[in-house]
Nanobody, 124 residues
């Protein structure tokens, strides 16, 4: 298992930017596919972005495509989510998930390691 901790959330205004970080410990991080998800009160956890083990492949939800960028630095055991042009509808708790596989997963149930989450609030 790998332990994950997210950071970088906060309260910002619409149009601002934030960079979230997901730091891993416990196992070789480079063997894990990592995804970012978000969850608002009363809603299911939804896919935001995913990155392959060697950064060769990324995928995004349509709602964030062109505004968010996922990246990773395996030497630092860290995955990032750069969020630009934030909108009030981006408000949620953001979670990073990891699964030890080469397969690119976009469903939360396919991930078996999760961090505690970081709150992102975007005011209008």
């Amino acid at each position: 298992q790998v332990q994950l901790v997210e950071s970088g959330g906060g309260l910002v205004q619409a149009g601002d930017s934030l960079r979230l970080s997901c730091i891993a410990s416990g196992r070789t991080f480079s063997t894990y596919t990592v995804g970012w998800f978000r969850q608002s009160p009363g809603k299911e956890r939804e896919f935001v972005a995913v990155i392959s083990r060697n950064s060769s492949y990324t995928s995004y939800a349509d709602s964030v495509k062109g505004r968010f960028t996922i990246s990773r630095d395996n030497a630092k055991n860290t995955v990032y989510l750069q969020m630009n042009s934030l909108k009030p509808e981006d408000t949620a708790v953001y979670y990073c998930g990891a699964v030890e596989t080469v397969i690119i997963y976009t469903r939360a149930r396919q991930y078996d390691n999760w961090g505690p989450g970081t709150q992102v609030t975007v005011s209008s």
